[in-house]
């Protein structure tokens, strides 16, 4: 069902993630999705190196629940 296909797609991108980390990949790559960033409210703001004026956000558009599913379950959610 649902879960299944979300939890399988979430323990995909963790392993990706994961792999990356260990091949050295730890750049911050803080998401914006319209004028929202995660940046006010981390933790790590005072030893990032991110900066918003040189550095890319990674722009995410906002999905409802029925088409990230939809995605998912079309193998369109890698």
């Keep these: 069902g649902d879960i299944e296909t979300l939890l399988s797609h979430v323990r995909q991108k963790v392993a990706e993630l994961a792999d990356r980390i260990i091949d ?31 550095n890319r956000y990674l722009n995410l558009t906002h999905l409802g629940r029925k088409v990230v599913l939809e995605q998912l379950n079309e193998g369109k959610g890698s």
């Excluded at 998401?31 to 790590?44: A, L, Q, R, S, V």
């Design 24 to 54: 050295g990949c730890i750049e911050a790559n803080p998401y914006k999705m319209g004028n929202e960033t995660p940046c006010p409210h981390c933790d790590f703001r005072s030893v990032c190196r991110f900066q918003p004026g040189l």
